[in-house]
């Protein structure tokens, strides 16, 4: 009942990992903070356990180790569970804004992801259909390429064959937040600039999914396939509302695609705040109502984005908004990340519960959203929710709810 | 005789300790220094922004601790400046000749030294009693009943053992030199020292012991709060708030 492997379980961390890997104390502090311990109470899951038993794994097939006693054998149930614990995980980062010594565990944990699926050990259940998902459809969720943009994007939207701005819709956003993206085009429309979009065939996945599962066989391919179609309609700045897709396409793809990107990168908060700041844009009506927004993981935690969504709600005459107790980088997760809502559902849910509950204790009239992944499990977080004022509280994606009100 | 072959035995034990704490420190090292590979972009980071000044102030100050938990910080800082100013007074046994800062910092070692028990009973009602234990992992308890036991037979040392300073140096100098080890017996000279050295052994058998399973923070921990601050700079106000 053990595994024999004779690679290193440090190859896919950087030296930077390993030593935010040696810095953990387990002081514990994170365990405050991570969403899944919350609503499980599985301590395995937390990460000083995910820490201590990947270094034990390291320990066990270091290079030392092997040139004095030919390798160590892992317990097959120890990485059973290790698998499971990292996979459950919806790397939202709490627990490394949390940490005590710092250690960003956002990237972290991606990689020891990856290390698992070299094993042959990971990803786990429907994860494991995204690459081949990816290569016949374009998106993980195997729906037609052809239908990504045709029941979403009005028709009165005039996308440019060619523009300085693109626009990017993600492929959760295109077929599992659609009110979300609808807005986007809407917005950007309302803006006045010209903006380019790929064909529904061309526009691909980002890789999000599959960097965030360990899954890098198809990323090459995919951003280059990308990045060369954005650069043919000479697109500028590339705009998103994806968060996950923001952080890949900022911090991932000029490592896939070899070479710094021909364009910039902007969320779609920042892109619309400049064009309220510009006069392009104006709220022409009123909502008398209470909003609380939540920060999305990759958004605040990520790429640092937390200002502009606030401050584009606050242009809302009427509206007031009210705050989390954990908000901006020390937000809470939705438990919607880390490609763990279609595995771990149930933990998704329960986790989506507890800032509805804030929300409904906060007596806010909606809950404001500013990601897809968010928006996608904020319906079935709803239905069965059954705290008081569930039945009250509406969840509306913040430029969704912009569209309101133009 | 007995207590002449046990003391060698420990020399020897000690020099192995040490070296075996130098190898497995080189070898953290070795794995710190490796650099990204394409294999693992998902670190990569547009820019690094961030005051170098601010960042080593965190380190210092343990600012992340202060920010999650101001109660248990209060018990840490103490903690490790006190550990640090023992560590430094110390240095006097294993250090010939003395620098002058390891001289002129005596004073305010021995003070550490009181403090550093009172710190650790600290941080362990913080912990296991605040918070009921829940963040608590068996290592930290090990770590903590190692480091206080220590720490209290030190004060204890130092108030009222009041061990052969002399004979100590003289025994610490023979364990770190390996050419003497060789020779296979103790000098007279340090033997002679050491009567009813009980409290002050016990105290460095265990500082041996602790010495093997000293975490790996220690050194990597300062690097890792230093980037973080730099890497949260470099977000702050978004990456790409510029861009247009």
Known sequence: MSRLETASFSRCLSGGQLLEMDACTRCGECLKYCPVQEVTGDRSVSPPEKIRNFREFMKKTGVLRRWLFGGGRIDERLLQDFTKAVFECTTCGACGQSCTVGIHTQRLWPMLRREMVKRGLGPVGPQKDAPEAVSRTGNPYGRPAGERFSTWLPPEVKVAASAKLGYYAGCTGAYEARPMVRGDVLALSRAGEPFTMLFAEEEVCCGFPLFITGQFELLEGLVKRLVEAYAARGVETLVCSCPCCVNMISKDWPAFYGRKLPFGIRHISQHIEWAFAEGRLSVTRTLDERLIYHDPCYLSRGIGITEEPRKILSRIPGARLLEFDRNRQNSRCCGAGGAARKVFSENALAIFRLAIDEACRKEADRLVLGCPACYSIAGAALEGYKGTGGGRIGIVDMVELLSEVF | ?244
Request: hydrophobic share 55%; net charge positive; proline share 5%.
């Open chain 2, 1 to 244: 005789m007995m207590g002449e072959i046990l003391l060698y035995l420990l020399a020897v034990a000690a020099l192995l300790v040490y070296a075996a704490f130098a190898i497995r420190t080189a070898a953290h090292l070795a794995g710190w220094l490796k650099g990204p590979s394409a294999e693992k972009p998902g670190h990569g980071q547009p820019r690094v922004g961030g005051n170098a000044g601010a960042a080593a102030l965190d380190v210092i100050f343990l600012r992340r601790l202060f920010r999650v938990n101001k109660v248990l910080w209060l018990g840490e800082w103490v903690f490790h400046a006190s550990l640090i100013l023992v560590l430094i007074r110390h240095l006097r046994y294993f250090l010939t000749p003395v620098p002058q800062f390891v001289w002129q910092m005596q004073s305010a070692g021995r003070a550490a030294g009181y403090v550093l028990p009172f710190s650790l009973l600290y941080i362990f009602m913080v912990k296991a009693v605040a918070n009921r234990g829940r963040q608590m992992f068996a290592y930290n308890y090990l770590l903590l009943s190692g480091f206080f036991i220590i720490s209290s037979l030190g004060a204890l040392l130092s108030l009222y053992f009041y061990p052969n300073v002399v004979a100590v140096k003289e025994f610490m100098m023979f364990a770190l030199d390996p050419k003497a080890l060789l020779s296979g017996a103790i000098p007279g000279d340090v033997l002679a020292g050491f009567h009813g050295e009980a409290p002050f052994l016990a105290h460095f058998i265990l500082a041996l012991c602790l010495l093997l399973y000293l975490p790996s923070h220690i050194f990597a921990a300062p690097f890792t709060i230093y980037k973080a601050r730099r890497r949260e700079e470099s977000v702050k106000g978004g990456y790409f708030s510029t861009a247009q």
